[in-house]
């Protein structure tokens, strides 16, 4: 329950933390199978590894797990110290920012009140130390969450979408927006604006700041029911409704793409469809509209990675087997590249998580990533990491198409 928890907010892909994380961001349970910155923008971060068989060895780093620069550069010396390659470092939550946004304000977080200037920016010192320790940098932002929490944002400069653009929140099948509540509320991956808005985001960031590349979460609806708002009933071209609701999704990740700088990556729903018949689990695919399989055979994405949080079972092909669902994703990469996202929030602990990264290479994924940093380092095995599945070092494998 504590890995739903962590995932239906901010674990990549589900969330709303307010105090400092212990689990992943958007991910499916067993049970619901749920400043003006240059920022070394000319960094080298060539490693002179081997690259003819990189492999991808990144962990995501979410926003509750720095507070002050200090705590960035230990995070950066510390992944890589554990043997990873690559950082996927949150810089959006709710449509704020952590770092400097040509449209976004600041985190309340980061000083206490929402659109103060914190006096340092988290993702240029990101940056600069990840490349000084030769890992690849990559902003993880979420796509689609509004808000969160009861209250409404306090007035800031900029203005805090929510509160300029009521008209983009989803709405149900009655047509009565989303309201405040506990945990997200969620902007419409349908209306062009908000299109127009996460591209925006990503190209801001990856035209002024060195980052190696852009990563979504929550690149989904947040359920079934969503979203009967009027643009959307305006925009619905008469198609079968889930099918034009996946193709909002497969739009909005495709404006990103275009107008991204670098490479673009998205955390998944760990499953795809439900093709075992088992029971009790969530479908990405039918149950978020998310169609990853199309993010790559449109070519509008690099990487997938699959949030893939459940060990290997003991008999292959048992409700929620990790070996099983990656070799599907793997199965249908279509010409780009998967990496198998694990959860360091396992029953099993260390073990299961070696276990998830030699099923993950036996299944043919170019790579994985662990969620998260904090975790690994409260169950004191990160730096096991470099004298095991990681001690022979590799650089991230290339996207040989871009």
């Known amino acids: 329950m504590l890995l739903l928890l962590a995932c239906l907010f901010d674990a990549p892909s589900g969330e709303v933390r307010q105090s400092k994380p212990t689990g992943p961001h958007d991910t499916a349970s067993d049970t619901d199978a749920d400043t003006d910155t240059d920022a070394d923008t000319d960094a080298d971060t060539d490693t002179d590894l081997p690259v003819d068989d990189g492999e991808l060895r990144g962990v995501w780093v979410d926003r509750w797990t720095f ?28 449509a704020d920012a952590y770092y400097q946004s040509s449209y976004e304000p600041w985190a309340s977080r980061l000083s206490g009140t929402l659109g103060r200037d914190p006096g340092w920016d988290p993702l240029a010192v990101a940056v600069e130390s990840g490349h000084e320790h030769g890992l690849e940098v990559h902003a993880y932002i979420n796509a689609f969450p509004f808000w969160a929490g009861t209250t409404a944002p306090a007035e800031s400069t900029p203005r805090h979408a929510y509160l300029a653009h009521p008209e983009w929140l989803v709405a149900d099948g009655s047509g009565t927006p989303m ?112 169609d990853p399989r199309a993010f790559a055979s449109e070519g509008v994405i690099d990487a997938n990675i699959p949030m893939v949080y459940w060990p290997v079972t003991a008999t292959p092909g048992d409700r ?83």
């Open 179 to 290: 309201a405040l509540n506990s945990s997200y509320v969620w902007m419409n991956p349908a209306n062009p604006e908000v299109q127009e808005r996460l591209a925006d985001v990503a190209a801001d960031i990856g035209n002024r700041y060195g980052v190696d590349g852009i990563h979504l979460d929550l690149v989904r609806y947040p359920g079934a029911a969503y979203s009967h708002d009027a643009v959307s009933e305006a925009l619905y071209d008469g198609s079968e409704w889930a099918d034009w609701q996946r193709a909002q999704i497969v739009e909005a990740v495709a404006g990103v793409y275009a107008a991204s700088p670098v490479p673009v990556t998205a955390a998944v729903w760990g499953i795809y469809t439900n093709d075992w018949g088992w029971s009790g689990v969530s479908q990405g695919r039918e149950d978020y509209y998310q």
């Open 67 to 94: 507070s002050d620069e200090a705590d960035v550069r230990e995070i950066m010396a510390n992944s890589a110290a554990a043997g990873f390659n690559t950082v996927f470092f949150q810089v959006r939550g709710n």
């Open 320 to 402: 929620l087997d990790f070996a099983t669902l990656i070799a599907d994703h793997v199965a249908h990469a279509n010409g780009r590249h998967v990496y198998a996202g694990i959860t360091a929030e396992m029953d099993g602990g260390q073990a299961d998580v070696l276990g998830c990264i030699d099923a993950a290479r036996a299944q043919g994924a170019r790579g994985v990533v662990i969620f998260d940093y904090q975790l690994l380092l409260d169950e004191g095995y990160l730096f096991d990491l470099a004298a095991g599945p990681f001690a022979e070092p590799k650089a991230p494998p290339r996207y040989d198409w871009r």
